[in-house]
């Protein structure tokens, strides 16, 4: 499976950005997908996840309320809605998929990790 992240930028506090994430390949082993962040000197932090069918979804407390996770399996492609972002959202978001159980917030459960996108909030 590969993963190509896509929607990263720099923009002022407040406003919106969209991530996609296309998956190619063994796609059906993309199993529950997920988006992950880390900034500079910080672990890898999970900030959302979505089953195929979208019975099963998660969010990081710090997200609840901002950000919305969708996907559409027709085009193998998982976003992110980031919403009201602040300085604390920079980071580098990076999509992941294949997890099957576990944490669905956790690294470890992901199989398949993409290259990553920028995100910088100025204030």
């Not at 950005?17 to 880390?38: E, I, N, P, Y």
């Not at 978001?93 to 909030?121: E, I, P």
Request: hydrophobic share 35%; charged share 15%; aromatic share 8%.
């Amino acid at each position: 499976v590969q993963l190509e992240e896509s929607g990263g930028g720099s923009v002022q506090a407040g406003v919106s950005l969209r991530l996609s994430c296309v998956a190619s390949g063994d796609t059906h082993l993309t199993k529950v997908m997920g988006w992950f962040r880390q900034a500079p000197g910080q672990e890898r932090e999970g900030v959302a996840a979505h089953s195929p069918g979208g019975s099963i979804t998660r969010y990081a407390d710090s997200v609840k309320g901002r950000f919305a996770i969708s996907r559409d399996n027709a085009k193998n492609t998982l976003y992110l809605q980031l919403n009201s972002l602040t300085p604390e959202d920079t980071a580098m978001y990076y999509c992941a998929a294949g997890a099957a159980g576990g944490s669905y917030l956790a690294a470890r459960s992901y199989a398949y990790w993409g290259q990553g996108t920028q995100v910088t909030v100025s204030s």
